[in-house]
């Protein structure tokens, strides 16, 4: 463990820099554990505060400018894209959109807190029309709240690493395998829900060439437009015929839906 | 959502699989809603989208 420490310290700028780069380019690795253990290395004087704060920050911004890029030039696909990858892809699109919807630029400054959310907005923001010089201003303020909180709780807990590094001492190598352990675990558990809902998402699903079949043979179905208005940026046209209606709408307007033939959903 | 509307008693509910984009990219039949009011964004990206 000492070693592990050593080489934190040592390498501790480039590791914590990457790290929170990936993280927040999408990759599941939390950097959140990272960021508190940068605080505690600064209370212990091994890190400093400017330079770690900074460069996390500086890191942060980056990847989520890419984002934010990738977003503008490519539209909701993008944001599709992230969330089918994330670990949190249940509530990814459509918390995505109603949070940005719901607070514009400001849903930036949390955004950073909320799993899921954090890599989703940027590409939604870019994609809903965010000016670029609003986008860096409020990524900045949420990406240094974000990592200031981090590194702030680390650092008041400093003195338990000193602990936590005694004890690891004793445990020696165990300790290490049983954080690679856990970690496995974590990603192991996170990998399974996202099969089980990729697999309750792919049954009864109608391929758009069946539909179109349907339509041209004149069968009474009913399409029903569940994007959000924040896809009618993207490309305000519907399927024909499909009735258009708000995710949140669902529950006051169902009636509205015939129940004696075929509903076909769709969003992006 | 197909769920939430099984549960509200539309029993034959399906997702189009691709959603908009898969029908849309096919070069499928689109329609455009002339009464539809668009939320604002950024002026000419619509344009960029919709060409």
């Not at chain 1, 980056?62 to 994330?86: E, H, M, P």
């Not at chain 2, 399906?14 to 604002?40: I, N, Q, S």
């Amino acid at each position: 463990m000492h070693e592990l420490m050593d080489f934190l310290v040592a390498n501790g700028y480039l590791v914590l820099f990457l790290w929170v780069l990936g993280e927040q380019a999408g990759l599941p690795v939390p950097s959140a554990p990272l960021l508190l253990a940068a605080g505690a290395l600064i209370g212990l004087h091994k890190l400093d505060a400017a330079a770690v704060v900074l460069l996390s920050t500086v890191a942060s911004v980056s990847a989520d400018l890419l984002w934010f890029r990738l977003g503008r030039r490519r539209g909701a696909k993008v944001l599709n894209f992230l969330c089918k990858v994330s670990l949190e892809p249940d509530s990814c699109v459509r918390t995505t959109q109603s949070r940005i919807a719901k607070s514009g630029p400001r849903s930036l400054l949390l955004a950073k807190f909320i799993p899921g959310f954090s890599t989703a907005a940027p590409p939604l923001a870019g994609a809903g029309g965010m000016s670029l010089a609003r986008f860096l201003l409020f990524d900045f303020l949420g990406s240094l709240l974000w990592v200031g909180s981090l590194v702030l709780l680390g650092f008041a807990f400093s003195h338990q690493l000193e602990l936590l590094a005694a004890y690891s001492a004793r445990l020696g190598a165990w300790l290490l395998v049983l954080l690679l352990a856990a970690l496995a675990a974590f990603l192991w558990r996170k990998y399974g829900q996202r099969r089980r809902f990729v697999k309750d998402l792919a049954v009864a699903r109608i391929p758009a060439e069946e539909l179109k079949a349907r339509l041209e043979a004149g069968e009474a179905v009913t399409i029903v437009d569940l994007r959000h208005p924040l896809d009618w940026l993207t490309d305000p046209r519907t399927l024909p015929g499909a009735l258009r209606m708000k995710p949140d709408e669902i529950e006051e307007r169902n009636q509205e839906i015939p129940r004696d033939r075929e509903v076909i959903l769709y969003c992006t | 959502m197909a769920l939430k509307l099984r549960a509200k008693g539309i029993k034959q509910v399906r997702p189009l699989a691709g959603g908009f984009f898969g029908w849309r990219d096919k070069g499928y039949p689109m329609y455009l809603d002339p009464a539809l009011e668009v939320p604002k964004g950024r002026p000419g990206h619509l344009a960029a989208h919709t060409a």
